[in-house]
């Protein structure tokens, strides 16, 4: 697992020269029911966010990291540390309400609120 993030993940990025990548549900890999030792993997799991902030800033990109469910205080207060930007979505049937809750230009008393309906994505994709 920690492989996968630390080695193979840089190296498929220097193959492809990419300049966007995205890890998706990234607790769910630490938060398995059949793992044992919860200390070891927070502990892991802390080390392979910073690896992947590190990575980023090397390779001058942008790496999204989703996190589907909170699984665990912790591990969403090591995402929400870690990460230059922070939004959440909130799906309310007819939009999508994004809230970007960390980001270098917004203060942090301040939340920034974004409405996305089917709408907006259409002109999106069209334009």
């Given at each position: 697992?920690?492989?996968?993030?630390?080695?193979?993940?840089?190296?498929?990025?220097?193959?492809?020269?990419?300049?966007?990548?995205?890890v998706?549900?990234?607790?769910?890999?630490?938060?398995?029911?059949d793992?044992?030792?919860?200390?070891?993997?927070?502990?892991?799991?802390?080390?392979?966010?910073?690896?992947?902030?590190?990575?980023?800033?090397?390779?001058?990109?942008?790496?999204?990291?989703?996190?589907l469910?909170?699984?665990?205080?912790?591990?969403?207060?090591?995402?929400?540390?870690?990460?230059?930007?922070?939004?959440?979505?909130?799906?309310?049937?007819?939009?999508?309400?994004?809230?970007?809750?960390?980001?270098?230009?917004?203060?942090?008393?301040?939340?920034?609120?974004?409405?996305?309906?089917?709408?907006?994505?259409?002109?999106?994709?069209?334009?």
């Amino acid at each position: 697992m920690s492989s996968l993030i630390t080695d193979e993940l840089a190296q498929a990025i220097d193959q492809c020269d990419a300049r966007l990548a995205i890890v998706s549900d990234i607790t769910a890999l630490y938060c398995d029911p059949d793992v044992k030792e919860k200390r070891e993997a927070f502990d892991l799991f802390s080390r392979n966010i910073r690896s992947l902030a590190i990575l980023a800033e090397q390779r001058n990109m942008i790496i999204v990291v989703t996190n589907l469910q909170s699984r665990s205080k912790a591990m969403d207060d090591v995402l929400a540390r870690t990460a230059h930007v922070s939004a959440a979505l909130h799906d309310k049937g007819t939009h999508t309400q994004v809230n970007v809750t960390r980001h270098p230009f917004i203060h942090e008393d301040k939340t920034e609120i974004v409405t996305l309906d089917n709408q907006t994505l259409t002109r999106y994709l069209q334009g």
